[in-house]
């Protein structure tokens, strides 16, 4: 015969133990099925960025470069892909895998709130440049559309992030780049740096490591296939071309000038 407190104590067990298994929100069953969802979401957001960046660039984008940038195998890429396609979000065509405007929109509310949230970490703390992508990425998909306007409006609507490159409207608008490589450069030609590629990180973290910054002037002295070197802040800056290659510039004139008749501000 089953004794009535035993029977009693494996009974309230049993419910304890069910309710935190399926207890709603804070149960481990809908817990694991939150966190799959939420892990779901961001291959979703990051494939998408991955083939926006294609776009922008004007490189193809296929199953095996978003496998690439996302650490993935081929094979869960490949679903990936089918995913995006189902939900209307991007089309696969003879030259690669495009985004729809729906798509495009989706990348850039993403690509939003990475770069105002790069912008506020460089305005607003002291976390180190090369931190400020890695919490950028985290932060793109933790953030609301709402909170990233808000975002924006504490920060005055900055329009480009601290490594140069243009913040999205909230209607998706962003411009276009005219800014070209540093190793496209001739001999004695003055740029000002207009971006700075933080990834790979290593190279980022190198060129930091050389004191340089978005708005800085460079002269160049020599672009070989061996090093680019050229003068910053009166200093000279050798680099291999691979870390080259991830610094833009904008030629300026050395004897451009402003002729202008002043005004005050009050009167503007």
């Not at 490949?78 to 929109?105: F, Q, W, Y």
């Not at 207009?194 to 020599?222: F, K, N, S, W």
């Not at 004139?253 to 503007?268: A, G, Q, V, Y």
Request: glycine letters at 4%; a negative charge.
């Amino acid at each position: 015969m089953v004794d009535p407190l035993s029977a009693l104590i494996v009974a309230i067990v049993f419910l304890l133990a069910a309710s935190a298994l399926f207890w709603p929100e804070k149960g481990i069953v809908p817990q694991i099925k939150r966190n799959s969802l939420n892990t779901q979401r961001v291959s979703i957001e990051d494939a998408l960025k991955h083939i926006y960046d294609c776009e922008y660039n004007q490189n193809s984008c296929s199953v095996n470069s978003i496998a690439g940038t996302l650490g993935i195998s081929g094979d869960a890429s490949a679903k990936l892909v089918s995913k995006l396609e189902s939900m209307s979000l991007t089309k696969s065509e003879h030259d690669g895998i495009h985004l729809t405007n729906s798509g495009r929109s989706y990348a850039l509310r993403v690509i939003r709130i990475h770069r105002l949230w790069e912008r506020y970490l460089a305005d607003e703390t002291s976390v180190k440049e090369t931190d400020w992508h890695n919490q950028a990425e985290f932060m793109e998909h933790t953030l609301s559309e709402d909170d990233a306007n808000e975002l924006a409006r504490r920060l005055s609507n900055p329009l480009v992030d601290p490594h140069g490159d243009p913040i999205p409207t909230p209607t998706g608008e962003i411009p276009n780049k005219n800014w070209q490589s540093l190793k496209s450069l001739n001999e004695n030609q003055v740029a000002l740096i207009t971006h700075l590629e933080d990834e790979p990180a290593a190279i980022y973290a190198q060129l930091i490591a050389e004191g340089l910054y978005v708005g800085m002037q460079v002269r160049i002295i020599e672009v070989s296939h061996d090093r680019v070197r050229f003068i910053a802040d009166d200093e000279e800056v050798v680099l291999a071309p691979i870390f080259a290659a991830n610094i833009s510039v904008a030629p300026v004139k050395e004897d451009t000038s402003i002729h202008s008749e002043f005004k005050r501000l009050s009167s503007l």
